[in-house]
């Protein structure tokens, strides 16, 4: 049956597409029109062409606050999710611990990300921080503000105490959605712990994952203000991710066009990683075509 | 497999059950002979799929035994009692193709994969899944679904009892009388015992040789199909079972004689004057009507089903259903006779026996 198109319904869409423009479109041009520009004040700006870009690709200090953020995120998702997924099966189902969980889970999730990062800050502190001093008086020599390794454990433990819960909340979400009639059948059939989770959990999770897998990845490639307040960026450039030089390079030593440059390819690495993620995982087990 | 003993069972889904009414299954004994073909028949809500849980362990009674022989399986988990179960709505792995679906119970069951493989092709053309076992069960239809969700009931050979709880639910009516008859024919191939929960009287009298009917939380009749037809024990099976179902009027009955808004109706048997509310059964079947009879009516309608015509009339202000034989005309001032020998007598609901004529 042919049907005309009624494209008068655009119209409905424009209040929606002028607001992206004054809030998202137009903002990322002038940053684009920076990257493509130099100036030395004065508003006079120069031509520049693709010399930023191709300066940030050659630059070391990048590549290397690059692969610190590509091991972070790592390092993250390896941890959450798993941990996420094991939580969020042993809470309890139904009555008031259930709801009391809910809501425990839900505090970290509720603090101001440079509060978190001063709650750690104190909390590592080897002179009056409770983790800190506890250690220290236990015998085990941490450090984060001088100790590389220290401050990478500081600043994962503070992430992963921070957005589990998320990970946690979206998985436990997921398995409420899951009819007892699965379960029941499972135990007909004498499947047992680890082929519940396997065959009718996992893929049952596998929406919420996906979700999880996303949100962690783009916010922990994006990590700026917990580690800025714990470490600063140090000891030395340790923990100096690609946002900390950011926004050192545009706010501090004020170069807009690298840092114009920079952000872009930094919008777009996100953007890509995060298509990646979505296509694979949406297309991991794919309905096979009928032989 | 084994006899199966319900034994003073009762459940209730509250903590502390007081009234009759906190019970969704009342106390009851029943026995689930070895080999039989059971349905199990109420209308929804009175306790069928309950007590089917229960039979495999999906619930705990709260009250009374099941033995499986003269083993006490009450405190058993659903997995020692090597139990098949198939649910009212398709449960299938869906990231598993259908030969793993139908593979799972037997591989947790650790059984060689030679033996899995023979045993699935086999399950499998019996429900014509045969030429789709390579797929992913996600994309397949809820009838395909359910065909897989069958395949895993039967695909053991060893259970105690096949239940299944109203699985034909979802599938269209051909191939629902296509399933059935293949339940049958495995019936009497492999001699399981089956329970099967439906609302459908046609179903439960097609399937079973046995049919046990339910009503609010309790086994009213346990019977041949012809039983439960011809000699209901309680008027909600006479009400039930039979399309339309039994005529029932209050009436005051004594020695042979009932007498239903002031007509007399002859019994063939001796009543004393039973307790409570009294009221006479006969089915549509055993009503005649004709100019000359006992009982006056007031006709409603004519209802042609094809076989037969339904004629539906008021009796004494109760509703009286009629089945005429093709072609009869009704007369004009129609009076209905009942056959003597299949009107009973009810007190309370429950059947009353009369002595001898």
């Not at chain 1, 949100?215 to 994006?222: A, K, P, V």
């Not at chain 2, 593979?103 to 699935?120: D, I, K, S």
């Not at chain 2, 439906?198 to 339910?214: C, G, I, K, P, S």
Request: charged letters at 20%.
């Amino acid at each position: 049956m042919d049907r005309t198109p009624n494209n008068r319904a655009w119209f409905l869409v424009l209040p929606m597409l002028a607001l992206v423009l004054f809030s998202a479109v137009i903002p990322l041009m002038t940053v684009v029109n920076y990257s493509v520009q130099d100036t030395f004040g004065d508003n006079e700006f120069f031509w520049a062409g693709l010399a930023w870009f191709e300066e940030t690709i050659a630059s070391e200090r990048m590549r290397e606050a690059l692969w610190r953020n590509v091991l972070f995120s790592a390092i993250i998702l390896a941890i959450q999710i798993p941990l996420g997924i094991f939580v969020a099966l042993n809470m309890p189902k139904r009555g008031f611990w259930a709801s009391f969980c809910l809501v425990l889970m839900a505090l970290p999730l509720l603090i101001p990300f440079n509060v978190v990062g001063t709650i750690w800050q104190i909390f590592g502190r080897v002179d009056i921080g409770l983790l800190g001093h506890a250690l220290d008086v236990l015998g085990v020599d941490y450090n984060y503000v001088s100790d590389p390794l220290d401050a990478w454990i500081t600043i994962v433990a503070m992430d992963v105490w921070h957005w589990t819960s998320l990970v946690a909340l979206l998985c436990y979400a997921g398995l409420q959605s899951i009819p007892q009639a699965y379960y029941q059948a499972a135990r007909i059939d004498q499947a047992g712990r680890w082929a519940v989770f396997r065959h009718i959990e996992l893929p049952k999770l596998k929406g919420v994952l996906l979700i999880a897998v996303l949100l962690r990845f783009m916010d922990s490639f994006m990590i700026y203000t917990e580690p800025f307040v714990v470490t600063g960026g140090g000891p030395g450039n340790a923990t100096t991710f690609l946002s900390i030089d950011l926004v050192k390079m545009a706010t501090g030593q004020f170069d807009l066009g690298p840092a114009a440059a920079f952000s872009l390819m930094y919008f777009l690495v996100i953007l890509l990683v995060s298509w990646v993620f979505y296509t694979v995982m949406t297309n991991l087990d794919r309905e096979e075509e009928p032989r | 497999m084994a006899r199966i003993t319900l034994s003073r069972l009762a459940h209730s889904y509250h903590a502390d059950p007081k009234a009759d009414a906190d019970f969704a299954l009342k106390e009851m004994d029943h026995t689930w002979e070895d080999g039989g073909a059971y349905a199990l028949l109420g209308a929804s809500g009175c306790g069928k799929t309950t007590l089917l849980n229960i039979i495999s362990g999906l619930v705990r009674p709260s009250h009374g035994r099941v033995l499986f022989g003269e083993a006490d399986v009450t405190d058993q988990p659903t997995a020692a009692r090597n139990i098949a179960q198939v649910f009212q709505f398709p449960v299938v792995y869906d990231t598993m193709t259908v030969r793993d679906n139908l593979a799972f119970p037997l591989r947790n069951r650790g059984m060689g994969a030679a033996q899995v493989r023979a045993r699935v092709d086999q399950v499998a053309a019996m429900i014509g899944m045969a030429d789709r076992l390579g797929r992913k069960a996600r994309g397949l239809t809820a009838d395909a679904k359910q065909k897989i969700s069958l395949g895993r009931g039967m695909v053991r050979e060893d259970v105690n009892a096949i239940l299944f709880d109203e699985p034909l639910t979802v599938i269209d009516p051909q191939m629902k009388w296509a399933l059935r008859t293949q339940l049958k024919a495995l019936h009497r191939e492999f001699g399981h015992t089956m329970i099967y929960v439906t609302h459908d009287q046609t179903e439960a009298l097609t399937f079973a040789d046995r049919v046990v009917v339910m009503h609010d939380g309790r086994v009213v009749q346990t019977g041949t199909p012809q039983d439960l037809f011809e000699t209901p024990a309680h008027t909600f099976v006479g009400y039930f079972i039979g399309s339309p179902g039994m005529n029932l009027f209050d009436a005051a009955v004594q020695g042979n004689r009932a007498v239903v808004g002031g007509h007399a109706v002859t019994l063939d048997a001796h009543y004393a004057p039973p307790r409570g509310r009294t009221q006479i059964g006969v089915r549509p079947e055993y009503v005649a009507v004709a100019a000359t009879g006992d009982l006056p009516l007031t006709v409603t309608r004519v209802e042609d089903v094809g076989r037969h015509r339904i004629l539906r009339a008021a009796l004494a202000g109760a509703p009286l259903n009629a089945i005429l034989p093709e072609g009869a005309p009704v007369p004009a001032e129609p009076r209905a006779t009942f056959r003597p020998d299949r009107t009973l007598v009810y007190s309370d609901d429950w059947r009353v026996e009369g002595g001898a004529a």
